[in-house]
């Protein structure tokens, strides 16, 4: 959560942020970091705060920078199998469908790197080539767990044999 609320008392502006629960004022910040202008303070903060947006899990990242994330994912996967653009833009659409469905909400869906701040794979996602050469994605519908048949029990004894 960022909350900034700006002061104007005379000829100086005051500012609290509320940065991740931590109440920051230009105050506090001047005691904590010594001499320096607000200005270039609340800069540093506010871009370390979105430096470190990225660096969640991919279930705590908010929409838009998931949105982010997929559109880098998107144009990797087009330079590494040359995709053409209108089969990138049919990848993006099906990634942002599937996104508002909430089947890329899962951390288990879709593989982050939270170091390098980027999507190594997105599971279910499967591509296959028509016949007019075009690359078509999709996703693959997740099967129900196999169950094994109950074993009928044996009637009769031990050592009976089958009757003819």
Same mark, same amino acid.
């Given at each position: 959560m960022r909350v900034l609320k700006l002061f104007l008392v005379g000829s100086k502006v /005051?500012?609290? $942020?509320?940065l991740d629960r931590k109440i920051m004022s230009s105050k506090t910040m001047k005691r904590e970091t010594g001499a #320096?202008? #607000?200005n270039d303070q609340l800069d540093k903060i506010l871009e370390g705060g979105v430096n470190d947006a990225y660096k969640r899990p /991919?279930?705590?990242l908010e929409r838009g920078l998931r949105l982010n994330r997929i559109r880098a994912f998107?144009?990797?996967e087009a330079t590494r199998i040359n995709l053409s653009e209108v089969e990138s833009m049919q990848l993006l659409a099906?990634?942002? =469908? *599937?996104?508002e469905k909430k $089947?890329?909400?899962s951390k288990t869906t879709v593989i982050y790197d939270q170091d390098e701040e980027k999507i190594k794979? $997105? =599971? #279910?996602?499967? *591509?296959h080539r028509e *016949?007019? #050469?075009q690359l078509k994605y999709k996703f693959v519908e997740k099967r129900s767990a196999v169950t094994l048949r109950r074993k009928r029990p044996v009637t009769g004894g031990a050592g009976t044999a089958p009757e003819n």
């Open positions: /005051w500012f609290t $942020i509320i #320096g202008s #607000g /991919w279930h705590r998107v144009n990797e099906l990634l942002q =469908k *599937s996104l $089947i890329l909400n794979e $997105i =599971k #279910g996602l499967v *591509s *016949s007019d #050469g």
